[in-house]
Each structure stands twice: as C-alpha cells, then as structure tokens.
C-alpha cells in the first residue's frame, strides 16, 4: 500500500491533489489536462507502481468535473 502514493508522487505533478479514498482507494484531481493525458497519467502510476514493486497493479477509473460535480458525484 505504501508504494502506490509514492508511485503516485513520482508521476503526477506537485500541485495535483490526491487523497486516500478509504482503505486502499486513491482520488486524483488533475486540473488543465483532458482525458488523453489524464489517461497517460494513469497508465505513468501503474509502470511506476510495476518498478517500485513488480507485479504490482492498479485499477483505475476517470470522470471529467462538469458543472454542478461534486466529488461524490463524480466518485459515483
């Protein structure tokens, strides 16, 4: 558990917000990116994850902020 923030940190840029999202969950916000490069940072974490411990992997989900969102929402 403790690889996946630092695989995390080594990908994603200073001011992107993550959190833990209960137990093992992580949420990231990536602010100015669309969903091809957020999709790249995503794919970043899991080869980062793949070196910091092999065999490793993630699941990961992507949701766009539309007005109105809020982070349940987009959770959800």
């Known amino acids: 558990l403790r690889d996946v923030p630092r695989a995390i940190v080594a990908?994603?840029?200073?001011?992107?917000?993550?959190?833990?999202?209960?137990g093992d969950?992580?949420?990231?916000?990536?602010?100015?990116v669309d969903e091809v490069v957020a999709a790249q940072r995503i794919?970043?974490?899991a080869a980062n994850l793949r070196?910091?411990?092999p065999g490793a992997s993630i699941s990961a989900g992507l949701a766009?902020?539309?007005?109105?969102?809020?982070?349940e929402?987009?959770?959800?």
């Open 11 to 22: 990908t994603l840029r200073a001011y992107d917000l993550t959190v833990r999202w209960g």
């Open 25 to 32: 969950e992580f949420v990231c916000a990536l602010s100015d």
């Open 43 to 45: 794919a970043g974490i």
């Open 51 to 53: 070196i910091l411990r």
């Open 64 to 71: 766009l902020l539309a007005d109105g969102d809020t982070l």
């Open 73 to 76: 929402t987009l959770v959800a």
